[in-house]
C-alpha cells in the first residue's frame, strides 16, 4: 500500500470513528433520555417475576410491564387511610397523562378480600378503563413479598389498627408504603414519589412524560 493510499485509510478510520462517537453522544445526551435511568446513587430496584389477575379476571405478568412505563401503587380497597389518596392521584395522573404511552398499575396487598369483581367495582369509581389502568390482585402474600424483597418496603399488618368492613367484621390495616412508583420500560424502579407531597407528584408526572417520550 502506497503512501497516498495509507492516508485515505486513516482517514476514513478517523472519520467513522468521530461519527461513532457522535451518535453515542447524541444518544445519551438528547432531551429526556436520561429520565429512563435511575437518579445517580439510586438503588437497582426491580420487579421480578410474577403473575396476577386484573380486574376483568386477565392475567398480569412482569412481561406486561415490559416495553412500558408504568406509574404503580400498593394499596387495598378497604383501606380508609391512605389509599384513597392514593388512588385519588393516581386518578390525577391517569388524566393529565391521557395523550401519552403510560400505564397505571394498582395492585392490592388483601387479595383474600380483593376479587377481581371488588377490584372492578373498586376501580370504577376512579375511572379506572381496565386498559391503561389496570387493578390486579394474586396469591396471598404475593404483592407484600414484591414490596419487601424487591422494592425495599414495608408491607405488614397493624394487628394495633382495626378496619370495619361492610358485612360488619373487622381486619387489620396493612401498614404499607406511601408512595407511587415509576417504572420503566425493562422493570426497572425509576424512583417512588409521595402521594402526600405536591412537588414529588409533580415530579412524578414529569418523570413520567420524560421516561414516556424517551421510550424506545
Known amino acids: 500500500?502506497?503512501?497516498?493510499?495509507?492516508?485515505?485509510?486513516?482517514?476514513?478510520?478517523?472519520?467513522?470513528?468521530?461519527?461513532?462517537a457522535l451518535v453515542v453522544v447524541w444518544l445519551t445526551s438528547r432531551p429526556g433520555t436520561e429520565a429512563l435511568r435511575p437518579p445517580e446513587g439510586f438503588p437497582d430496584l426491580r420487579f421480578p417475576e410474577f403473575t396476577?389477575?386484573?380486574?376483568?379476571?386477565?392475567?398480569?405478568?412482569?412481561?406486561?410491564?415490559?416495553?412500558?412505563?408504568?406509574?404503580v401503587g400498593f394499596m387495598f380497597?378497604?383501606?380508609?387511610?391512605?389509599?384513597?389518596?392514593?388512588?385519588?392521584?393516581?386518578?390525577?395522573?391517569?388524566?393529565?397523562?391521557?395523550d401519552e404511552n403510560v400505564r397505571f398499575l394498582t395492585i392490592s396487598l388483601d387479595p383474600a378480600r380483593d376479587t377481581p369483581a371488588r377490584l372492578k367495582e373498586w376501580g370504577t369509581e376512579y375511572r379506572a378503563d381496565g386498559q391503561r389502568w389496570r387493578?390486579?390482585?394474586?396469591?396471598?402474600?404475593?404483592?407484600?413479598?414484591?414490596?419487601?424483597?424487591?422494592?425495599?418496603m414495608l408491607a405488614e399488618d397493624d394487628e394495633a389498627r382495626k378496619i370495619g368492613l361492610p358485612d360488619g367484621s373487622?381486619?387489620?390495616?396493612?401498614?404499607?408504603?406511601?408512595?407511587?412508583?415509576?417504572?420503566?420500560?425493562?422493570?426497572?424502579?425509576?424512583?417512588?414519589?409521595?402521594?402526600?407531597?405536591?412537588?414529588?407528584?409533580?415530579?412524578?408526572?414529569?418523570r413520567a412524560r420524560r421516561a414516556a417520550r424517551a421510550r424506545p
Do not use: W
Open 77 to 98: 380497597s378497604h383501606c380508609p387511610l391512605a389509599c384513597p389518596g392514593m388512588m385519588v392521584q393516581l386518578g390525577k395522573h391517569y388524566a393529565a397523562l391521557k
Open 170 to 206: 373487622t381486619m387489620n390495616n396493612i401498614i404499607h408504603p406511601p408512595h407511587l412508583f415509576l417504572i420503566g420500560p425493562e422493570g426497572q424502579v425509576l424512583g417512588f414519589f409521595n402521594y402526600q407531597q405536591p412537588e414529588e407528584m409533580a415530579e412524578l408526572q414529569s
Open 52 to 71: 396476577m389477575t386484573d380486574q376483568d379476571g386477565r392475567p398480569f405478568t412482569r412481561r406486561d410491564l415490559e416495553g412500558q412505563v408504568t406509574i
Open 135 to 152: 387493578l390486579l390482585t394474586g396469591e396471598e402474600g404475593l404483592s407484600r413479598k414484591i414490596l419487601r424483597q424487591n422494592l425495599k
Open 1 to 20: 500500500m502506497n503512501r497516498f493510499m495509507r492516508i485515505l485509510l486513516g482517514a476514513a478510520i478517523a472519520g467513522f470513528v468521530c461519527a461513532g
